[in-house]
Structure formats: C-alpha cells, structure tokens
C-alpha cells in the first residue's frame, strides 16, 4: 500500500498537540481569555446593568463565543464554554493518521460494540466530534473509511455527526468539494 499524506481541509484552523476540545477545563481556559460585560434585551434590570454577558476567546485559533442569556454570570460562563468547545470541535484540526489513527480512551470509553451512544448536550460530545471530525477530514472526507478506523458502523458515525448541524451541514459541504456525494438526513 502507498503512503498518502493526509488531506487538510482549507477552510479549518491547524493547531498542533492535543485538540483544545478534547482539554479538560483548567487547561482550556488558560488558553482562553474570558471578558463579562453587560447584555441588553429583555430580562430585566440586572440583566441590563449587571456584567453577566461571558464572552470567551480561544486565543491559539481565535474563536469565539459568548452567552448573555442567563442573568448568572456563571451560568453564561458555563453556556459559553460549552459553545467553545462546539466550535473548536467544528473548526479547529489537529494532525491524525489517514490509516492509521488509534482511538482515544475516551472514544473507546464511549463506544458500545459498534455503536457510538451520545448525547449532544453530553460534555463528552465536543471531544468526540472533534475526533471524528480529524479522522474525517484526513481521509478526504471518507465517512465509510473513518468509521472503519473507529469500530463502529458508518451510520452511527453519521449520526455523531449529524446531531450537530453545522458539522453535518461542514461534512457535505466537504464531500461535495472533492467529489463525493452528500450524505442524507
């Protein structure tokens, strides 16, 4: 079998190392800058005079993401981060092997025989779609050959995918780029 280099997508954001979803939270945040601020809109008097806006920037890939929903500053700092880890998830790639990448403790952790049980709204969720994503993209976007490398059948890949929209809205839009078909909902 010859060597083929792994594929880059363009349009994503190269970071070395370990990716920045898959950190735990200490980590993360020292590679973020956090400003609170104020958010108008309806919610009332605290929210409109009180800092409890959470704006996060990822400073190695330059996402961002904020939460000024809540009226707690905490709360919107927990709702920001996890919108970090989402985008990083989508956006940000870090280098796998085409062939021959080794799934993380985590993925196996998570994996049920040939199935890849969870819940979008699960913490884990952000790390395991970066994952799959790197594998993804570095096969040319061979959804069928990834899944191969994951153990796990190429529907339940898909699904990880799709419960994300803009993931799954990104891996067509990739497919297409090289001349695969789209994958249906």
């Known amino acids: 079998m010859t060597y083929r280099p ?47 806006g959470a704006f996060i920037v990822h400073l190695p890939s330059e996402l961002q993401a ?20 989402l985008r990083l998830a989508l956006k940000v790639r870090t280098p796998a092997s085409r062939d021959r990448h080794q799934p993380s403790d985590l993925w196996i952790s998570r994996r ?9 709204k699960h913490r884990d969720y952000p790390a395991l779609l ?31 995918i799709y419960h994300h929209p803009p993931a799954f809205a990104m891996l067509n839009e990739g497919r297409v780029s090289v001349g695969l078909p789209p994958l249906r909902k």
């Open 6 to 52: 792994p594929y880059v997508d363009p349009k994503s954001v190269m970071l070395e190392g370990a990716h920045p979803a898959t950190l735990e939270a200490e980590a993360l945040m020292k590679q973020c800058e956090f400003r609170f601020g104020k958010s108008g809109g309806p919610g009332g008097q605290n929210r409109n005079k009180v800092e409890t």
């Open 130 to 160: 970066a994952e799959a994503l790197d594998v993804i993209v570095a096969r040319r976007w061979d959804i069928a050959g990834a899944a191969k490398i994951f153990e796990i059948t190429m529907s339940q890949l898909s699904r990880l």
């Open 66 to 85: 904020k939460a000024t929903e809540r009226r707690q500053q905490q709360v919107n700092r927990v709702v920001a981060m996890s919108r970090l880890r």
């Open 112 to 120: 049920q025989g040939n199935r890849m049980p969870v819940n979008p």
